[in-house]
T-cell receptor, first 112, second 114 residues
Framework: AQRVTQPEKLLSVFKGAPVELKCNYSYSGSPELFWYVQYSRQRLQLLLRHISRESIKGFTADLNKGETSFHLKKPFAQEEDSAMYYCALSGRSGGGADGLTFGKGTHLIIQP | NAGVMQNPRHLVRRRGQEARLRCSPMKGHSHVYWYRQLPEEGLKFMVYLQKENIIDESGMPKERFSAEFPKEGPSILRIQQVVRGDSAAYFC????????????FGQGTRLTVV
């Protein structure tokens, strides 16, 4: 069975401080991992996926298969980063949106 | 392109009634996915449909729930004889094709069963 764990329900940091949102997963095969973000009153949207190896809005995430983690990091938080962040896993080939397993989400609050 | 449109945004039903949730995918998208989010939980996959076909319904409860995506018109998630435990946010997503393409989510329908 696949499982995604986001241990922090709420994370509050000051503007300019580094941010790390934790995500651990359980999956027996080779998963594809994603981070989704939901800003206040907006739709859930894809932030980044591990196969792209991109930096989006200053965020990066590295898949660590040894630790089964996919933590989301940003060196300097900005107020507009305040949002709900969901880590998600796909065990399907190609990483399509069917069968995504989501974590419970972390509410990130950036204080001025 | 207005994005994925779900309606209604809020739906209140009494126990035993039927709930119909509609999802219009983005223009040109033929793949639709339904997810349910119970309070304090993450989104849980329910069903994946293409036009006129159910591709994967492994996350759908065996009874009372059904989904369709007809050739014309929106995708419908139907819940018969609703119970209090069906109260949740139901999200729809669509993509151009499955696999390695981004899925775009709607704003969700919040179902409350009283």
């Amino acid at each position: 069975a696949q499982r995604v764990t986001q241990p922090e329900k709420l994370l509050s940091v000051f503007k300019g401080a580094p941010v790390e949102l934790k995500c651990n997963y359980s999956y027996s095969g080779s998963p594809e991992l994603f981070w989704y973000v939901q800003y206040s009153r907006q739709r859930l949207q894809l932030l980044l996926r591990h196969i792209s190896r991109e930096s989006i809005k200053g965020f990066t995430a590295d898949l660590n298969k040894g630790e089964t983690s996919f933590h989301l990091k940003k060196p300097f938080a900005q107020e507009e980063d305040s949002a709900m962040y969901y880590c998600a896993l796909s065990g399907r080939s190609g990483g399509g949106a069917d069968g995504l397993t989501f974590g419970k989400g972390t509410h990130l609050i950036i204080q001025p | 392109n207005a994005g994925v449109m779900q309606n209604p945004r809020h739906l209140v039903r009494r126990r035993g009634q039927e709930a119909r949730l509609r999802c219009s995918p983005m223009k040109g998208h033929s793949h639709v996915y339904w997810y349910r989010q119970l309070p304090e939980e993450g989104l849980k996959f329910m069903v994946y449909l293409q036009k006129e076909n159910i591709i994967d319904e492994s996350g759908m409860p065996k009874e009372r729930f059904s989904a369709e995506f007809p050739k014309e018109g929106p995708s419908i998630l139907r819940i018969q004889q609703v119970v209090r435990g069906d109260s949740a946010a139901y999200f729809c997503a669509s993509s151009l094709q499955n696999g390695n393409t981004e899925a775009f989510f709607g704003q969700g329908t919040r179902l409350t069963v009283v």
